[in-house]
């Protein structure tokens, strides 16, 4: 691995990194890490991994170093325009890399990052070592942030919520889109048929408890997947906690439940904390 940066000046707040590889999605990822930075008074950390084919070796890449930085720095660039035009410090850096994935995860430790932004695209990069990939996903270094989409409107926020793991870091992101760029948040939750007034007082205590009193409500029944389907059509972007089983690790896997979130065609931000499982339940995880 090799890598250049450039650091911002005087910042102790969080870091939230931003892993770019894309330039049609940069300006989402990073519009979106500085609203989490500026929200928590952080830096973002906007890293571009330069993902180097197997059969190449670093050495050999880094011999491109020149074509490779002109790439990087016209990235890392419009990254550093965007990050400052929102505010916030930001660092810039360029990584080289055959581990894809792996390099991300590697990066957030390495940096001490206490949120990743990511998109989703990327995340699925490195197939080649899913099993270690998958474990990796469940072992977070800190918050992940994983965008599906290519244009981040955070004007209309839907948050699918039944409570439990997770669901404090999806409230948080709605409330830091609420505080920096005036995001309309509504919360939703799919209530068992003829539960829908026990729903609505979960939901209502919900809100209050996590900073989102005085959001829009929304109760519906039935098909949990259709009931986000219908909700996400009105709005610009869904925000999602993870489940118990981990979000990283479903997206490596392609799970049934991604699958139906990638029929919306809503953005959605999926969002997950660390797990706190003891380190035996991380050897011996029920697959």
Known sequence: ???????????????VMVALSNPRTESALVSLAAAWANHCDGTVLAIHIVQVP???ALSVAAENRERIDAESAELLGAAKADAEAAGVPVETKTVLSH????????????????????????????GRAEGVVEELAHDLPCDFLVFDGEAFDPSRVLVPTAGGYSSELSAAIARALRETVGAEVSLLYVAEDGDEEAGRAFLAEWATDHGLADAELLVDTGDVEA???????????????ATERGLLSRVV??????????????????????????LRERLFRRR
């Open 227 to 241: 009931a986000i389907e219908t909700a996400a059509a009105s709005r610009t972007l869904v925000v999602v906690g």
């Open 54 to 56: 197997d059969q190449t």
């Open 253 to 278: 896997g392609g799970s049934l439940a991604l699958s139906v979130l990638e029929d919306i065609e809503t953005p959605v931000l999926l969002a997950e904390r660390p797990s706190s499982r003891t």
């Open 99 to 126: 581990r894809g994935l792996a390099e991300v995860f590697d990066a957030a430790r390495t940096n001490a990052a206490d949120a990743v932004v990511m998109g989703y695209s990327g995340a699925r990069f490195g």
């Open 1 to 15: 691995m090799t890598s250049t940066d450039e650091r911002a000046n005087g910042s102790e707040g969080p870091t």
